[in-house]
């Protein structure tokens, strides 16, 4: 089941039809909603516990850095992102959520984990 983004505005998304006004991680089959992190806006390896552990491993995660682009990345989650060979993609959320479907809609095995303000 591919969940495919539809709108997003400061603070909501809609996914598959479905609206979300919590951060969210998308997997191919389903939506973590409500995704919170350790720092707030820093994320941390344990953040994606989720995504690093998914079976089957996603071939790519898009990370929505927010409205504004203000969450940054610790440089463990790099390391572990490249050490299972999960290519990383950050960007504002738009962009992140554009990003995201195209990746989608060419059948490679894509993640999205969006922080939705800031």
Request: charged content about 30%; aromatic content about 6%; some cysteine.
């Amino acid at each position: 089941m591919r969940k495919l983004i539809n709108s997003y505005r400061f603070g909501a998304i809609e996914i598959g039809g479905k609206r979300y006004t919590t951060d969210v991680v998308i997997f191919p089959d389903r939506v973590l909603d409500g995704w919170w992190r350790k720092e707030g806006h820093r994320l941390c390896v344990e953040d994606l516990s989720k995504v690093l552990n998914a079976d089957p491993r996603p071939e790519v995660l898009v990370v929505g850095t927010g409205y504004s682009g203000l969450v940054k990345l610790s440089g463990e989650v790099e390391e572990a992102l490249k050490d299972r060979g999960i290519r990383l993609i950050t960007q504002p959320t738009k962009e992140a959520c554009q990003t995201f479907n195209r990746i989608l809609e060419s059948g490679q095995r894509v993640v999205a984990a969006l922080h939705l303000t800031c």
